[in-house]
């Protein structure tokens, strides 16, 4: 990793001396893992993609921002996350909401919730839950929860990379938590605290 | 939670604690450790977070970072055909494009609207699949043109004074353009699309009606509208859309709506 961020350091410099082949070199680079992360949160091949140009574009023009004290890597990350959150506002403000809060998924949606034997039913319940309960959150919530509970990022990372308070990104992984558990608890039988 | 160990912990003292963010978590371990309950209750949230599982993301090839840089490339290229604030490189790279001007985009749109809802039967011109097309191609130079504004203005340093005189031409020949898109895709029942189309007439507005020259607090609040509102964003998403459909018009016969 740190022979990969010598070698970013190389590239930048580059790119900040406005040469192509710098930014190419970080771009090749980085595409797959932003593609990785951008797929987690917008859940859409065909939106990823969208989000690693609109990233790119976006740290393009900002690179003279890029504050070499932290890894080139993390800050694209970042911008990234900012990029699928952007995404996410705009399409929850044009769908409509599928499972409105404080309403309960019809049981016709769900295999039966009685113990299964057969695992791979289980799993697939489990899968369609976890589906219902990322459908219910909100742009935020599901940003932050998808950072923190994927790619292991800290409630103060979130907060950089959505542009939130520390706070406001805490109660948004909080939130989404609760609606995970209110979703799955009732198939994995969870002990209510 | 404090850090009290008599207290019980709530439930999202509980999950910070799973994830590594309480407040104080020896306090908390002290209370998990004399509390069957609520490791109980730790237990069973571990349990259903860990039923979470992020969906394998589809494989990328090892050339997937050079087909983003060949996408890309052109992107920067176009962004750098306004200002001159962009690198000699990108500048170099954009292709020669004719873009149509507010007045060419309006009166094509006329057209168009006056041949798909005001048919005269035995009218003879274009037929609709090439106005539809030549109206598709419209709309997305109309975009890529807006982009470019926008690009600009977010791309600029708000340490200096900014002149922004060639944004604002830019913005006031897109502005009718825009107004008779955004009409077109109310009457022709695109929704989506005149949402986008709002928003980004409101940002031209702006930049139309403002001053030529802006100051490093109106250059960062300009930029901080825009961001927040995701408008470059949502431009982008709209003109892959209609390229897409550009590509459909251009395969085959499929009647293709804006």
Same mark, same amino acid.
């Given at each position: 990793?740190?022979?990969?961020?010598?070698?970013?350091?190389?590239?930048?410099?580059?790119?900040?001396?406005?040469?192509?082949?710098?930014?190419?070199?970080?771009?090749?680079?980085?595409?797959?893992?932003?593609?990785?992360?951008?797929?987690?949160?917008?859940?859409?091949?065909?939106?990823?993609?969208?989000?690693?140009?609109?990233?790119?574009?976006?740290?393009?023009?900002?690179?003279?921002?890029?504050?070499?004290?932290?890894?080139?890597?993390?800050?694209?990350?970042?911008?990234?996350?900012?990029?699928?959150?952007?995404?996410?506002?705009?399409?929850?403000?044009?769908?409509?909401?599928?499972?409105?809060?404080?309403?309960?998924?019809?049981?016709?949606?769900?295999?039966?919730?009685?113990?299964?034997?057969?695992?791979?039913?289980?799993?697939?319940?489990?899968?369609?839950?976890?589906?219902?309960?990322?459908?219910?959150?909100?742009?935020?919530?599901?940003?932050?929860?998808?950072?923190?509970?994927?790619?292991?990022?800290?409630?103060?990372?979130?907060?950089?990379?959505?542009?939130?308070?520390?706070?406001?990104?805490?109660?948004?992984?909080?939130?989404?938590?609760?609606?995970?558990?209110?979703?799955?608890?009732?198939?994995?039988?969870?002990?209510?605290? | 939670?404090?850090?009290?160990?008599?207290?019980?912990?709530?439930?999202?003292?509980?999950?910070?604690?799973?994830?590594?963010?309480?407040?104080?978590?020896?306090?908390?371990?002290?209370?998990?450790?004399?509390?069957?309950?609520?490791?109980?209750?730790?237990?069973?949230?571990?349990?259903?977070?860990?039923?979470?599982?992020?969906?394998?993301?589809?494989?990328? &090839?090892?050339?997937?970072? !050079? /087909? =983003?840089? %060949?996408? $890309?490339?052109?992107? @920067?290229?176009?962004?750098?055909? *306004?200002?001159?604030?962009?690198?000699?490189?990108?500048?170099?790279?954009?292709?020669?494009?004719?873009?149509?001007?507010?007045?060419?985009?309006?009166?094509?749109?006329?057209?168009?609207?006056?041949?798909?809802?005001?048919?005269?039967?035995?009218?003879?011109?274009?037929?609709?699949?090439?106005?539809?097309?030549?109206?598709?191609?419209?709309?997305?130079?109309?975009?890529?043109?807006?982009?470019?504004?926008?690009?600009?203005?977010?791309?600029?340093?708000?340490?200096?004074?900014?002149?922004?005189?060639?944004?604002?031409?830019?913005?006031?020949?897109?502005?009718?353009?825009?107004?008779?898109?955004?009409?077109?895709?109310?009457?022709? &029942?695109?929704?989506?699309? !005149? /949402? =986008?189309? %709002?928003? $980004?007439?409101?940002? @031209?507005?702006?930049?139309?009606? *403002?001053?030529?020259?802006?100051?490093?607090?109106?250059?960062?609040?300009?930029?901080?509208?825009?961001?927040?509102?995701?408008?470059?964003?949502?431009?982008?998403?709209?003109?892959?859309?209609?390229?897409?459909?550009?590509?459909?018009?251009?395969?085959?016969?499929?009647?293709?709506?804006?």
């Amino acid at each position: 990793m740190q022979r990969m961020e010598e070698s970013d350091a190389d590239a930048l410099a580059l790119a900040r001396a406005g040469d192509s082949e710098g930014f190419r070199v970080l771009v090749e680079r980085h595409s797959r893992a932003l593609f990785r992360l951008a797929y987690r949160m917008t859940g859409n091949e065909h939106d990823a993609e969208d989000v690693v140009q609109e990233a790119f574009l976006r740290a393009y023009r900002r690179l003279h921002q890029y504050d070499q004290r932290a890894r080139f890597s993390s800050w694209l990350y970042r911008i990234a996350a900012n990029c699928a959150f952007d995404l996410l506002r705009a399409r929850r403000r044009r769908d409509e909401d599928p499972w409105p809060e404080g309403t309960e998924a019809a049981p016709a949606d769900f295999p039966a919730t009685d113990p299964a034997p057969d695992r791979l039913v289980m799993s697939a319940e489990v899968k369609q839950r976890v589906t219902v309960a990322m459908s219910r959150m909100s742009a935020q919530e599901k940003a932050a929860f998808v950072l923190r509970h994927f790619e292991g990022m800290s409630i103060a990372e979130i907060g950089q990379a959505l542009d939130l308070e520390a706070s406001a990104a805490k109660q948004s992984v909080l939130r989404a938590v609760r609606k995970v558990r209110q979703v799955l608890a009732p198939a994995l039988g969870e002990v209510a605290p | 939670m404090t850090g009290d160990a008599t207290l019980h912990p709530s439930p999202d003292d509980l999950v910070l604690y799973h994830y590594g963010e309480a407040d104080h978590p020896a306090g908390l371990e002290t209370h998990l450790a004399g509390c069957a309950a609520c490791q109980a209750a730790l237990d069973s949230l571990r349990a259903t977070l860990s039923a979470v599982r992020a969906e394998e993301p589809p494989e990328r &090839g090892a050339d997937y970072g !050079a /087909r =983003v840089w %060949e996408r $890309l490339q052109t992107r @920067l290229a176009l962004s750098g055909t *306004g200002g001159g604030r962009w690198p000699g490189w990108a500048r170099g790279l954009a292709p020669r494009r004719l873009f149509f001007t507010g007045a060419l985009a309006a009166s094509l749109l006329l057209a168009f609207l006056l041949g798909r809802h005001s048919p005269r039967p035995g009218a003879e011109g274009t037929s609709g699949p090439v106005r539809e097309r030549i109206l598709l191609v419209a709309v997305g130079d109309h975009l890529e043109r807006s982009q470019v504004v926008l690009l600009e203005l977010l791309n600029a340093d708000p340490k200096d004074p900014l002149d922004v005189s060639a944004e604002r031409r830019s913005a006031e020949d897109l502005l009718s353009a825009n107004r008779l898109y955004r009409l077109a895709a109310v009457r022709t &029942g695109e929704p989506g699309v !005149a /949402r =986008v189309l %709002e928003e $980004l007439e409101r940002v @031209l507005v702006e930049v139309a009606n *403002g001053p030529s020259e802006l100051g490093p607090e109106e250059t960062l609040a300009l930029r901080r509208r825009i961001e927040s509102q995701g408008v470059l964003f949502k431009v982008r998403v709209i003109g892959s859309q209609i390229r897409e459909r550009q590509r459909e018009a251009a395969q085959g016969p499929r009647k293709v709506e804006l």
